[in-house]
Structure formats: C-alpha cells, structure tokens
C-alpha cells in the first residue's frame, strides 16, 4: 500500500518538513526527527500504509515491533538517556508510526509526556548528519 499524501509513502518534501529518513529497516524506515529538543529523537515508520498494528500480519507486526526494539537499543547506545518514551498516536497522521523520544532527567520534561513538536530546537544540517552518523554507526 502506498499514499502520494502521506509523508511516510512519498518522502521528498512531506518528510523533509518534519523529519530526515536515516535508513531502511526491515519492516520500517527510521527517521531523524528534525525538531531535537530531546537529543536522538527519531520515528519508526512502517513500509506498509496501514492506520493501525491490526492491520499487519502477525509476521509483520512482530518484525515492526523488532524494528523499534532495535532502534530503541541503538538510541540507548548512541545517546545514553535515562529512559526512552515511544509515542504511537496516529490521530492526525494515519501511518502507522511510533516516536522513540530518549528523554534525560535534567531536561524540564522529566517526568511528564513529551511535547509533540515544541519547537525549540533545530539544528544545522551538518549536526543533523553528524546524528545521523552516529545513529548508523551503532545500528
């Protein structure tokens, strides 16, 4: 399944407002999420154009569900937070993807749920490489 509207199926410009595609994975693209208030905050995007986990077949949902596992220990890896939030809303996006937000006890979120698009920090493009680079390196 594939929709030209979705920013997940089409990529190009509808993904660039929002995010930087890191890599194909089995089952998912992993993408860097652009706005880095919470350092290596990134998206498991499913390659399949589904709403919801129960449209995937079981053999699907597990290799998803292997896909975030495996980004979540890269990002405990690479970053180092002191835990890690998933976020799987959907309500406004209707791809099936999930927010892995590592979030640090100094930061003024601890302990509360992460803001969806605080707008507070973006970065250069070099430093988004650089993330990436390192993202890669420990997947």
Not at 92 to 108: G, I
Request: include cysteine; hydrophobic fraction near 35%; aromatic fraction near 8%.
């Amino acid at each position: 399944m594939f929709d030209e509207n979705c920013a997940y199926c089409a990529e190009g410009e509808k993904l660039a407002a929002f995010g930087i595609k890191i890599c194909e994975m089995p089952m998912s693209k992993l993408i860097l999420f652009k706005e880095q208030t919470h350092r290596g905050r990134v998206i498991v995007a499913c390659k399949k154009h589904v709403d919801d986990v129960t449209q995937l077949t079981k053999e699907e949902r597990a290799q998803f569900m292997e896909d975030i596992n495996r980004a979540a220990e890269c990002l405990h890896k690479t970053f180092h937070p002191d835990k890690i939030n998933f976020g799987a809303y959907g309500d406004t996006m209707h791809h099936l993807h999930v927010h892995l937000v590592p979030k640090y006890r100094d930061e003024a979120e601890w302990g509360d749920v992460f803001a969806m698009n605080p707008h507070k920090v973006e970065l250069s493009d070099e430093e988004y490489q650089k993330l990436i680079e390192e993202i890669k390196a420990n997947l």
